[in-house]
């Protein structure tokens, strides 16, 4: 007998439709599953077993063969465990109401026991489902509150596979999840600006970079505090939306790093891999294309403490996601785009030893092993990064004076204002932020008074600016102006936006020429 269950493929961030076909004929018993499945799909057939057994139900001493159908793309995971399982007791009439196992979709891995385990990527795949006219799905419970943030689509939350036969059968209904509400939560941070002592102007840029989503790099003498800054800005970004909640939900999912209790992800993410890193690790990839450190830190933070201790190679593949807020994997069997519209906090210290420029401690380094270990970040990426901020000793009156620090509450206030800002002006452009605007948006929306414009004249020639650097330039001089509530870039908008483009020429400048 032949039974018809529906499940569901992920490739990349889309999902596509997979009818699971299960034949059961009489002959010498076996079992085969066809339509590209991977390892974990064609090790299902001993889960199946073990599961129907320990459940209570039969599995048949009969010839059965599974098929993935569209048989053309790849099947991989463990997610269809549950849907080969019913279509199995389906074909052999175990399941009485096969009309209602053919109305849901089934998404969930099987224990040996009968329990069904969570699986990655189900968010996205519900959302396919939907979009394709599913309106009842299975799955397991650990994802049902994932599942359930899809309004239209009732979720039933399966603990067990002989739960599951129970609810086909009439016998005992399956727990209906409610669709959930996402509402921010007020989320609490370990760090906070006001516990920075000194350092001043590092906020400032840190407020800067984050009110327009632009990327940082902090150089400064070990102790400065680079980390220290670099790990409270998440206490100042944004609040998230929910269309930037779900996409950044979505990434998670796929990648496994979605907590089961979480529905959707309610703060932006910080990402801070160490730097003995891979470039697969950073970019994304592996055999299914997996989503990396760039993916996950979306519509948040990737910070790379010690940024020239990473691979050349990881660091050079940064620059193309950080242009254009994607990243395209391509493998020999699969090909997928994810989004990587991350904020890059880099932090390092000027010379191996840490004290070039030091007022405290002399430096040790010789003029080649300075040149060696600055020269590992390339002109092009550092072109990339818009805020280059200097970072020197806390003096004793600020490490040791009681006078507390504004606090982030009240930057994020500021950050939050300047967000709106940019949100309202970009409505029509379908971005969110000063960081994204293309060079024609930025020739069009950064409006420069004759003072700025001459100003800016000047520093273009002086710098010895490139292309993309003027701007980045622009782009921050209107983040500068937004926090101030200007419409116009005015000369010290500008005159703040170039200071942070000089530290490239003090520190390579001779390097490279």
């Given at each position: 007998?032949?039974?018809?269950?529906k499940?569901?493929?992920?490739?990349g961030?889309?999902?596509?439709?997979?009818m699971?076909?299960?034949?059961v004929?009489?002959?010498?018993p076996?079992?085969d599953t066809?339509?590209l499945?991977?390892?974990?799909?064609?090790?299902s057939r001993?889960?199946?077993?073990?599961?129907?057994?320990?459940s209570g139900?039969e599995?048949?001493?009969?010839r059965?063969t599974?098929?993935?159908a569209?048989?053309?793309?790849?099947?991989?995971g463990?997610?269809?465990?549950?849907p080969?399982?019913?279509?199995?007791l389906?074909?052999t009439?175990?399941?009485?109401n096969?009309?209602?196992?053919?109305?849901?979709l089934?998404?969930g891995?099987?224990?040996?026991?009968?329990?069904?385990?969570?699986?990655?990527?189900?968010?996205?795949?519900?959302?396919?489902?939907y979009?394709?006219g599913?309106?009842?799905?299975?799955?397991?419970l650990?994802n049902a509150?994932?599942a359930?943030?899809?309004?239209?689509v009732?979720?039933y939350?399966a603990e067990t596979l002989?739960?599951?036969?129970?609810?086909?059968n009439?016998?005992?209904?399956l727990?209906?999840?409610p669709?959930?509400?996402?509402?921010?939560?007020?989320?609490?941070?370990?760090?906070?600006?006001?516990?920075?002592?000194?350092?001043?102007?590092?906020k400032?840029?840190?407020e800067?970079?984050?009110?327009?989503?632009?990327n940082?790099l902090l150089?400064g003498t070990?102790?400065?505090?680079?980390t220290?800054?670099?790990?409270s800005?998440?206490?100042?970004?944004?609040?998230?939306?929910?269309?930037?909640?779900?996409?950044?939900?979505?990434i998670?999912?796929i990648?496994?790093t979605?907590?089961?209790?979480?529905?959707?992800?309610s703060?932006r993410?910080?990402?801070?891999?160490?730097?003995?890193a891979?470039?697969?690790?950073?970019?994304?990839?592996?055999?299914?294309a997996?989503?990396?450190?760039?993916?996950?830190?979306?519509?948040?933070?990737?910070?790379?403490?010690?940024?020239?201790?990473?691979?050349?190679?990881?660091?050079?593949?940064l620059?193309?996601?950080?242009?254009?807020?994607?990243v395209t994997?391509?493998?020999?069997?699969?090909?997928?785009?994810y989004?990587a519209?991350?904020?890059?906090?880099?932090?390092?210290?000027?010379?191996p030893?840490?004290n070039?420029?030091?007022?405290?401690a002399?430096?040790r380094?010789?003029?080649?092993?300075?040149?060696?270990?600055l020269?590992?970040?390339?002109?092009p990426?550092l072109?990339?990064?818009?805020?280059?901020?200097?970072?020197s000793?806390?003096?004793?009156d600020?490490?040791?004076?009681?006078?507390?620090?504004?606090?982030?509450?009240?930057?994020?206030?500021?950050?939050?204002?300047?967000?709106q800002i940019?949100?309202?002006?970009?409505?029509?452009?379908g971005?969110l932020?000063?960081?994204?605007?293309?060079?024609?948006?930025?020739?069009?929306y950064c409006?420069?008074?004759?003072?700025?414009e001459?100003?800016?004249?000047?520093?273009?020639?002086?710098?010895?600016?490139?292309?993309r650097?003027?701007?980045?330039?622009?782009?921050?001089?209107?983040?500068?102006?937004?926090l101030?509530?200007s419409?116009?870039?005015?000369a010290?908008?500008v005159?703040e936006?170039?200071q942070y483009r000089?530290?490239?020429?003090k520190?390579?400048?001779?390097?490279r020429?």
């Open positions: 007998m032949l039974s018809k269950i499940s569901y493929g992920l490739m961030m889309e999902g596509f439709p997979v699971v076909e299960v034949y004929s009489n002959g010498l076996s079992y066809v339509g499945p991977d390892v974990a799909v064609r090790e001993e889960r199946v077993r073990a599961a129907i057994r320990n139900l599995f048949p001493a009969k059965v599974v098929n993935l569209p048989a053309d793309l790849r099947k991989e463990s997610m269809y465990d549950l080969i399982a019913i279509g199995l389906a074909a009439e175990q399941i009485q096969d009309a209602l196992a053919q109305e849901c089934f998404l891995e099987l224990a040996l026991d009968g329990t069904v385990r969570g699986v990655s990527g189900v968010l996205p795949m519900v959302i396919g489902a979009a394709q599913v309106r009842k799905v299975v799955v397991p650990e509150k994932e359930s943030l899809i309004a239209g009732r979720v939350a002989k739960r599951v036969v129970d609810f086909l009439g016998a005992e209904p727990p209906v999840v669709t959930c509400k996402w509402d921010r939560t007020k989320v609490s941070y370990p760090m906070d600006f006001a516990d920075i002592k000194g350092q001043q102007g590092a400032r840029a840190a800067i970079a984050v009110a327009g989503g632009h940082l150089v070990p102790g400065s505090g680079k220290m800054l670099a790990r800005i998440p206490s100042i970004l944004p609040e998230l939306t929910f269309e930037e909640a779900l996409e950044i939900t979505k998670h999912s990648a496994g979605l907590a089961g209790s979480e529905g959707m992800v703060e993410p910080f990402r801070a891999p160490h730097h003995s891979s470039t697969a690790s950073l970019i994304g990839g592996g055999q299914r997996m989503p990396g450190e760039i993916s996950l830190a979306h519509y948040g933070v990737l910070f790379l403490d010690e940024f020239p201790e990473f691979r050349k190679d990881a660091l050079e593949a620059r193309q996601p950080m242009e254009d807020g994607s994997i391509a493998r020999a069997a699969v090909r997928s785009t989004p519209d991350f904020m890059l906090v880099a932090a390092m210290n000027p010379c030893c840490g070039y420029g030091s007022r405290t002399p430096c380094c010789t003029q080649q092993q300075i040149a060696r270990y020269g590992r970040i390339s002109g990426l072109d990339r990064i818009d805020l280059h901020v200097e970072m000793e806390v003096g004793y600020d490490i040791a004076s009681r006078q507390a620090g504004e606090p982030s509450e009240t930057v994020r206030a500021r950050v939050n204002a300047a967000r940019q949100a309202e002006r970009y409505r029509e452009e971005i932020f000063n960081a994204q605007l293309t060079s024609r948006m930025a020739m069009q409006t420069l008074d004759a003072r700025a001459a100003l800016l004249r000047k520093a273009f020639a002086t710098l010895k600016l490139s292309a650097a003027y701007t980045r330039v622009l782009k921050v001089a209107r983040t500068i102006a937004d101030e509530g419409r116009i870039i005015c010290h908008h005159g936006a170039v000089s530290l490239e020429s520190y390579w400048g001779e390097i020429r």
